[in-house]
């Protein structure tokens, strides 16, 4: 029996009980009801400060880290907030750190839009240009605006409401079907 592919879910929130993290939290949790494996990338801030002078083997070690984990996965699942109108300093701060490798070229993305209504479209229409610089493949179908309302959030950070965990493990699903057209050696 083979691997499930591995989907690396990347918060842009440094909040612990952000609603970015609650999306990532429940989709982890669904992953294997649609063939998955998640896992979430915790080392946003212990990334140190883009400088394109330090993109340079050797690498900091933050950074081959992060390199690696996106190296392994076989697709990438964003949420991040908006600020200012785009997003995160240091989420922008770790995408950055994408560019000059090659780690996310040709390899699936999407993005959940946990905002409440009306808000967000900056944060994604940056990370649709900064993906593109690093070569990813959006898949379109599977981004999706989910705003979350705290209370439906479980005591354990899960997102209950029907509806959203659908909408979530649907966007899971599309994300599956492109990540397994992608060949990535199992390395965990």
Known sequence: MSTPPL???????????????????????????????????????????????????????????LRAVIEQAAGLLICTPEYAGTLPGSFKNLLDWTVGGTEITDKPAAWVNAAAPGRGQGAEATLRTVLGYTGAHV???????????????????????????????????????????????DRA
């Open 139 to 185: 898949v379109l179908p599977a981004c999706l605006r989910l705003p979350v309302d705290r209370g439906t959030l479980a005591a354990d950070g899960l997102i209950t409401d029907p509806e959203a965990r659908r909408r979530l493990g649907e966007a899971l699903g599309l994300l599956s079907a492109s990540a397994e057209q992608v060949a990535v050696p």
């Open 7 to 65: 989907i690396l879910l990347l918060s842009g929130s440094l909040r612990a009980a952000s609603t970015n993290e609650a999306v990532l939290r429940t989709a982890q949790a669904l992953a294997p009801s649609v063939g998955l494996r998640a896992v979430r990338y915790e080392g946003l801030a212990d990334l140190p400060h883009f400088s394109p002078d330090d993109d340079t083997d050797p690498l900091p070690a933050p950074v081959t880290a």
